[in-house]
Nanobody, 123 residues
């Protein structure tokens, strides 16, 4: 059974940084696209970023472009999200996801999801 486990969330002041990690339980996922989504209270889950299996192509939501960076380490079955210049509007639960399709902003493109890690940015 595929499991994705996120970690690294926390409370940070505006302008600060965090690094989120997502560990996959199945090595076969190294050929899958990995992505991060987020969901703020009362809002729909939204796409943040995705990376193809070899790290050679990434895509970002406009709201995080230039501030967030996705990377992956297939040797460790892991994907990371570096969050810099955080803003209060970045406050959300962040979810790791994976799927066999190419990088997509659609939730339906991803087959497996983690349980999420909370990021709270204070002003």
């Amino acid at each position: 059974q595929v499991q994705l486990v996120e970690s690294g969330g926390g409370l940070v002041q505006a302008g600060g940084s965090l690094r989120l990690s997502c560990a996959a339980s199945v090595r076969a996922l190294i050929v899958y696209t990995m992505a991060w989504f987020r969901q703020a209270p009362g809002k729909e889950r939204e796409f943040v970023t995705a990376v193809v299996w070899n790290g050679g192509y990434t895509v970002y939501a406009d709201s995080v472009k230039g501030r967030f960076t996705i990377s992956r380490d297939n040797a460790k079955n892991a994907v990371y999200l570096q969050l810099n210049s955080l803003k209060p509007e970045d406050t959300a639960a962040y979810y790791c996801a994976t799927g066999r399709s190419g990088p997509s902003s659609r939730r339906s493109s991803y087959d497996y999801w983690g349980q999420g890690t909370q990021v709270t940015v204070s002003s």
